[in-house]
Structure formats: C-alpha cells, structure tokens
C-alpha cells in the first residue's frame, strides 16, 4: 500500500502482489494481518503515535510489525526537509512509544554502521559548503539532494563493500555499536494483557 501512484508504479515493476493505493488513517481492507511492514515509512508521518496505533488495529492477535527509520537525529539536514521525513528516532523513544501503543519489542538491532560517518560529515560539509556561497552560486535544498544521490562508483563500491562485512556480522547475531538506521520488531499484545518493558539493548 502507498499513498502515491508514483511509489505504485514503481513498485510493479518489482513485484507482481496485489498493490492499493491508499493511506493509513482510512486502510481499506476487510480482514487484519499477520505481518505489516512499514520499511522507511514511519518517519513521513506527522502523527506516529496514532500511526501506531492505527497500525495495531490492523494486526491479528499476538502478530508481527515491523519498522525501519532513519536513526540518531543528529544526522537530520536538508536531505530530511527534501523527503518530507517528520523526524529521526533516539531508539529507546521508538520503543517507548511501541510500548506505549500495545506492542511487545522482539528485536532491535542499528545498522549501515559504515555510512553513518559517511552521511554525517557528507552533509554537513555540503550544508556549510552551500552556506559559504555566493547567492548566485548557492544551491536549493533539492539540488543538494539529487547532486547526492549522483552515484560515484569509487565510494559506492567501498561502501558496498563495508555493508557486506557487517551484514555477515549482523548474520551471525553480532549487535554493531551504532547506525544509521534503527530496525524494529514488534509483537501485537493482547488488549488487556500486560505490556513487557524488556527489550533487546
């Protein structure tokens, strides 16, 4: 499901599943779900909370959600305000508020540890940099973003490379230290039952 046709039309060229163009405040279907993934969708939505909880209502008893949103909002510049994302997520804010909406955490783990510095110190220089130009020179917050998304094969291949070296060592139930993205798993609790606060580090 998107909201946008655009994302549709992408998206068929990749899969042959049925696709629904619609939002989660009005979700169009009948029946509930096992399994929902929100991969990179979160962080759009002005109102998380009654995402969340928008979400839980969708789920089959004791089913799974799963999130993926961009971590550590010290990595938040121009590249967010052109995505329209809403905010980034300190880890043990995005488990509270799941807590808070009836999920019990199964699994929390950061990772693309490798391009963490690569984003942090890329935009920040390119954000100071366009702040040192002249008017004339200076560059929108749109131009910035696509000029980054410009593949450099050189560097794409090194970090492809780093990214493999920590998938192998995120397969093998390795936690990294930090990331740039922030994976959740969360369990739909019964109504009434109790919530557990304990969650992976």
């Known amino acids: 499901m ?15 599943a049925e696709l ?16 929902i993934g929100l991969l990179d969708v979160h962080e759009h939505l002005p109102d998380d909370r ?12 004791h089913c799974l959600l799963v999130l993926t949103v961009p971590a550590r909002p010290s990595l938040r510049s121009y590249f967010d305000e ?6 980034h997520y300190f880890q043990d804010e995005l488990i509270a508020k799941l807590i808070e909406s009836g999920y019990q955490i199964e699994f929390v783990i950061q990772y693309m540890m490798s391009i963490h510095p690569v984003v942090w110190l890329g935009r ?28 450099i094969p050189v560097v794409d291949g ?26 959740v798993t ?3 609790c019964e109504s009434t039952g109790p919530i557990n606060t304990n969650h992976p580090a």
């Open 20 to 35: 629904v163009q619609n939002g989660l405040q009005y979700p169009p279907f009948a029946s509930q779900f096992d399994i």
């Open 82 to 87: 052109v995505s329209h994302h809403c905010r």
């Open 50 to 61: 009654q995402a969340l909880n928008d979400l839980h209502g969708m789920l089959t008893k």
């Open 186 to 188: 969360a369990r739909k």
């Open 158 to 183: 090194v970090l492809k490379f780093l990214l493999d070296i920590e998938g192998r060592w995120l397969a093998r139930n390795r936690p990294l230290l930090f990331g740039a993205i922030l994976l």
């Open 124 to 151: 920040s220089f390119t954000q100071t940099r366009n702040l040192l130009s002249s008017r004339k020179e200076k560059a929108s917050v749109n131009e910035l973003a696509i000029q980054e998304l410009r593949p």
């Open 2 to 16: 998107d909201l946008f046709a655009q994302g549709l039309e992408f998206a068929r060229r990749r899969t042959d």
